[in-house]
């Protein structure tokens, strides 16, 4: 009885000991975890995460419960588990409380292919965009100093433009009930035109023009 209760412990002691190393790090991937300890057993890491003492994000990638219900951090590991990404469309929208909706997906836009990854604290969403479009974005603060990568207003309604053609006629972009306050006084139309014609797509242009005209922003 005494050995098995050693046994408890000293498997107790080595999580402990990993916690204390990576638990700074809110999101980590197997290859780090290797980078510190070589010789790791990767079957801890299912281990753990079975007995709730680590959250899978996506395959190689982890963080730990005290992250779940953080705030922001949701948007935090969208930039971490899938690079190089940022935040945009319909969520940096609800984010800047430009849509009415409670967005629960997390849709981010990246270089890479499409992808979408689902765990305990949501489903991520990636759309792929060519590399010359991967601009507009900012890093906002966390309060914990760590930064997440957020598309600016102008850049997630191109975005959205772009990667949604189905947004094709006026009352297709009012059905959208973006906020006209925000429309009117924070939305920067000199930032929203110099990017759309990065863009340099027709389709886009055209969008952008029914937008203006349905808003009345001219």
């Not at 035109?193 to 029914?210: D, I, N, P, Q």
Request: aromatic letters at 16%; glycine letters at 4%.
């Amino acid at each position: 009885m005494h050995y098995f209760c050693c046994k408890i412990e000293i498997k107790s002691m080595n999580y402990l000991e990993f916690k204390n190393k990576m638990l700074n790090l809110a999101c980590f991937s197997i290859d780090q975890v290797y980078a510190w300890q070589p010789d790791f057993d990767r079957n801890n890491l299912s281990r753990w995460t079975k007995k709730g003492l680590l959250i899978r994000l996506r395959q190689g990638y982890f963080t730990f419960p005290e992250y779940k219900g953080k705030r922001d951090y949701v948007y935090y590991f969208a930039n971490r588990i899938y690079r190089p990404s940022y935040i945009s469309l319909h969520t940096a929208l609800a984010f800047y409380g430009m849509i009415p909706e409670t967005v629960v997906q997390v849709t981010s836009v990246t270089s890479l292919k499409t992808a979408s990854f689902s765990n305990e604290l949501g489903n991520y969403i990636y759309k792929s965009v060519n590399n010359n479009l991967m601009f507009g974005y900012d890093l906002k603060p966390l309060d914990d100093g760590r930064g997440m990568q957020f598309a600016k207003p102008e850049k997630a309604l191109l975005d959205l433009f772009y990667l949604y053609p189905e947004y094709s006629s006026e009352q297709d972009l009012l059905d959208l009930r973006l906020d006209e306050d925000f429309l009117q006084n924070d939305l920067n139309k000199s930032l929203l035109l110099e990017y759309t014609s990065k863009f340099k797509s027709k389709a886009v242009g055209h969008r952008v023009k029914l937008f203006l005209n349905a808003y009345r922003l001219f």
